[in-house]
């Protein structure tokens, strides 16, 4: 199947300072990539969904000035959560999509981030 | 909108043993796609089976089939000579043929456990 890469793995910061997420699909190209956000022993809950080229669409309730994502090109998304807060530590995971209706998802292995 | 539904929040299952794991959802679209994932301690997302809801036969996917019931609206994953590896939360999703920015809408999980 269809690999899907995130970077960092985990990451740590400090309240107040920005960190950025990448998703990459290494084997194919990704026309649609999303976000989620999953807190432990819970669903994943879509955050947006961004095509490569567009701003992303965000779901409700989601800070979009807060979780800034760019779709620069066909294999790369990007999450910058500014101005980190302790209550934005969490696991979020990406996922890629080649567009096709009913297409499946390919899910990055996740990035824990937790914020001091 | 859609919903799904995961009544059971946990089971257990010796290993070897058979053990099924359900699944109900609410859509007023007649064609559309469900899919089961698997969510390992590892927390990398994926793929078990999937069912094209316009097909009557039900998936199978070596010890994994689903029966689908289209006009009860249910989806449960059967699990056959259940192993260790296969202890992990589960996740029932549903999505719609609508094109590239369909999104996954998600149960809330079950979590799995095979005891040795």
């Known amino acids: 199947g269809a690999v899907v890469s995130q970077h960092p793995s985990w990451v740590i910061c400090k309240s107040g300072t920005s960190v950025k997420i990448e998703c990459r699909s290494l084997?194919?190209?990704?026309?649609?990539m999303f976000w989620y956000r999953q807190f432990p022993k819970q669903s994943l809950m879509l955050m947006a969904t961004?095509?490569?080229?567009?701003?992303?669409?965000?779901e409700q309730g989601v800070e979009k000035d807060k979780f800034l994502i760019n779709h620069a090109s066909l294999t790369l998304s990007t999450l910058t959560v500014t101005s980190a807060h302790p209550e934005d530590s969490s696991f979020y995971i990406c996922s890629a999509s080649a567009g096709l209706a009913g297409d499946e998802q390919f899910f990055g292995p996740g990035t824990r981030l937790t914020v001091l | 909108a859609q919903t799904v539904t995961q009544s059971q929040p946990e089971m257990s299952v010796q290993e070897a043993e058979t053990v099924t794991l359900s699944c109900t959802y609410d859509t007023s679209e007649n064609n559309y796609y469900l899919f089961w994932y698997k969510q390992p301690p590892s927390r990398q997302m994926i793929l078990v089976i999937r069912?094209?809801?316009?097909?009557?036969q039900n998936a199978t996917e070596n010890r994994f089939s689903v029966n689908f019931q289209k006009a009860a609206k249910s989806f449960s994953l059967k699990i056959s000579d259940s192993q260790l590896g296969d202890t992990a939360m589960y996740f029932c999703?549903?999505?719609?043929?609508?094109?590239?920015?369909?999104?996954?809408?998600f149960g809330k999980g079950i979590t799995l456990s095979v005891r040795p």
């Open positions: 961004s095509n490569e080229g567009s701003k992303a669409t965000y």
């Open positions: 069912q094209e809801a316009y097909k009557q």
């Open positions: 999703a549903f999505i719609p043929p609508t094109g590239a920015n369909s999104k996954l809408t």
């Open positions: 084997d194919f190209q990704a026309t649609t």
